[in-house]
């Protein structure tokens, strides 16, 4: 999990995914036969040979924020990258990663003893808070080195919990990126295998459209993670995956407005997963989606799937999984790609 622990603990939102590239890079360069960036920052690596291209896809990019404002008292103002949870801002330690090194700062808002009684009641809205890097003027502030645009990170470190549990920020989608990573250090098949590391999933998908647009794979199966259910306050109707249940296969995503699996490739990784005893759950997502929805309309259209380890909290800095999850989303990965290469000879 050491490589896990790395990659959690890296930073990089939409457009800045340099410091989870480069510990990508250097691992994929020790086992591939080509590892080379494209012109949007995609990270592509390729192994193996052969008439079929397969493509594995997990994105290097997490949610943040960006400055957008620095007031006359040195306070940032900022906006969202990807879906950040308001809820999950307020009172958390950030980092604003300026051109002449990292700020430490914290997000402050209204205390409630200044609060009148109707705003105790409504939850704090991200107009209303701000990050204090202890500057007292926008001077200070651009002595310090921040910029507008800079971007901000959570502050926060990989951990343990009990079992095989641990946590961290950025498991979605440093655990993809991972899985990923294992599974081009142990698959040996007679294919072109491309695993792209890609950008700016969280604001836009963009990364894989530009990549798979490049490659033309003949399938793809993206490494991604999923909101898992098991906790107060979520029915089971609502949410049926659980941690230490398996790898998750989507079957549908966002109302079917994203993905719908292909039959051919949801038919794989079931039966591939049946047979080789590998736990797993299936998943229908009314919200929500991933890489694949710009793979599976690239071109003339791929067939394309996902593969998801289940984490509580998504979007938050405290996401939790299951090393068992992880190993399962690996093993079936390398399982079904052998099969699909078997079956096309």
Known sequence: MELLRKLSEAHGVPGYEDEVRSLLLREFEAFCDSVEVDALGNLIARKGSGE??????????????????????????????????????????VLVHTSEGVVRGVIGSKPP????????????????????????SAED???????????????????????????????????GCWAMVEVMRRLEVDAEVYAVATVQEEVGL??????????????????????????????EE???????????????????????????????????????KIEHQLEVVERGTTDATSIHLTRT?????VLSVPARYLHSPVEVADRRDMK????????????WCEERK
């Open 52 to 93: 079929a291209r397969v493509m594995l896809a997990a994105h290097m990019d997490e949610i943040g924020l960006m400055v957008k404002h620095v007031d006359s008292k040195g306070y940032l103002r900022f906006m969202p990258l990807g879906g950040v949870v308001e809820q999950c801002l307020l009172n958390q330690r």
């Open 113 to 136: 003893h200044l609060m009148k009684d109707e705003e105790r009641k409504k939850p704090v809205k991200t107009e209303d808070m701000f990050i204090d890097v202890g500057a007292g």
């Open 141 to 175: 502030a651009e002595k310090m080195g921040v910029r507008v645009g800079d971007f901000v990170t959570f502050e926060r470190s990989f951990a343990e919990l009990g079992g095989e549990l641990v946590t961290g920020k950025a498991f979605d989608d440093r655990i």
């Open 206 to 235: 963009k990364g894989a459209r530009t990549s798979a647009y490049g490659i033309a794979p003949d399938m793809a199966l993206v490494l991604e993670t999923t909101s898992a259910g098991d906790f107060p306050g979520v029915k």
């Open 238 to 276: 609502e949410c049926r995956v659980k941690l230490g249940a398996g790898v998750v296969v989507t079957v549908a995503d966002a109302g079917g407005r994203g993905l719908i699996t292909h039959p051919r490739i949801r038919e794989l990784l079931v039966s591939t997963a049946r047979e080789e």
């Open 301 to 305: 259209g791929v067939p394309t799937g």
């Open 328 to 339: 399962r989303a690996v093993e079936l990965c390398c399982s079904a790609v052998r099969r």
